[in-house]
């Protein structure tokens, strides 16, 4: 990931990141200037995933994740997201219609834009 960040950065002058970890992540955090989490109820986020990655797969193995999912996974998904948005500078609702959620992105870069 590095690589590929080095590779593009100070050659333009925004570079979008769709990582994590926010500001807990050392080598990153010197390149950081605003981090902005995308908080989405883990119930949209689980649904949104067997849509996108299971459709293939059958009722069984959909019925299994759903079940490992509650037993194991989600507590680690609840902790992620304090993990990330104690230290985030804006928390975007992921409910919202994307127009508003775009809205509230050009007004911060807007705002970022006119301190440097």
């Known amino acids: 990931m590095m690589t590929d960040f080095l590779s593009v950065y100070g050659t333009t002058p925004l570079v979008l990141v769709d990582f994590p970890f926010g500001y807990r992540h050392k080598t990153l955090r010197p390149y950081i200037d605003k981090?902005?989490?995308?908080?989405?109820?883990?119930?949209?986020?689980?649904?949104?995933?067997?849509?996108?990655?299971?459709?293939?797969?059958?009722t069984a193995e959909i019925i299994s994740w759903a079940q490992q999912y509650l037993n194991s996974a989600r507590p680690y998904f609840v902790e992620n997201q304090r993990y990330v948005s104690e230290n985030a500078d804006?928390?975007?609702?992921?409910?919202?219609?994307?127009?508003?959620?775009v809205a509230k992105?050009?007004?911060?870069?807007?705002?970022l834009q006119k301190k440097r």
């Open 90 to 101: 804006l928390i975007l609702d992921g409910t919202l219609p994307l127009k508003d959620k």
């Open 35 to 58: 981090v902005i989490y995308l908080q989405i109820p883990l119930d949209i986020a689980f649904a949104r995933q067997i849509i996108r990655d299971d459709t293939h797969k059958s």
């Open 105 to 111: 992105l050009i007004k911060l870069i807007q705002s």
